[in-house]
């Protein structure tokens, strides 16, 4: 999905003399917040992840365009959070028939995020690299049955439940030592020939 071209407001004139570094990143909210303009060398963003599943979007950030001094300045955008969803399909040889819909009442997931953390907006190398992150606590995220979508017929394939709104949209991190523990309620309804 291409997203509508963003503008620049208001609308700004090269100067005379000297060059322009641009840095960008999006949504503008309270979640993220710049460091001072008066602080040295390139801006850096921490970022506070919401605490609600609906809070939280897909942010982006740009790596800078330094130096300038004249014409158009492009941005190719990066995503900077992990996006996690969830999905169902059949274990092959199941028992399961395609006329069988599952219905899920909810899905809670549970682990250590970190609340917070920062990031330069350089992007040296086009990476996204974190820093500082804020100690991991332990959060729980519920997505209830208006987030997540009735699967009419169950296949072998991965299909998504989640709603388009309602993936959780953290920071990256490394869960080989720190676990994930998820609950889901469900039902399963079959039709038969009769």
Do not use: C
Request: charged letters at 20%.
């Amino acid at each position: 999905v291409l997203a509508e071209d963003w503008t620049y407001e208001p609308l700004k004139y090269w100067p005379a003399d000297g060059t322009i570094s641009f840095f960008a990143y999006a949504p503008h909210d309270e979640h993220a917040a710049l460091s001072a303009k008066t602080a040295a060398g390139t801006p850096k963003l921490t970022y506070s992840v919401p605490s609600t599943v609906a809070g939280q979007k897909d942010l982006l950030v740009a790596g800078a365009q330094k130096d300038k001094n004249a014409n158009t300045v492009n941005f190719t955008f990066k995503h900077a959070l992990s996006r996690i969803g969830f999905g169902v399909k059949l274990a092959n040889g199941s028992a399961v028939d395609n006329q069988t819909t599952i219905a899920f009442s909810s899905i809670e997931l549970t682990a250590d995020f970190y609340p917070s953390a920062t990031l330069t907006l350089d992007l040296v190398g086009n990476n996204v690299q974190w820093d500082d992150e804020e100690a991991a606590t332990n959060v729980i995220y519920t997505l209830s049955d208006t987030n997540i979508k009735t699967i009419e017929s169950l296949s072998t394939a991965t299909t998504a439940i989640n709603n388009e709104s309602s993936y959780l949209m953290v920071l990256p991190q490394d869960f080989t030592t720190n676990k994930m523990s998820i609950t889901a309620n469900f039902s399963l309804s079959t039709e038969d020939d009769k």
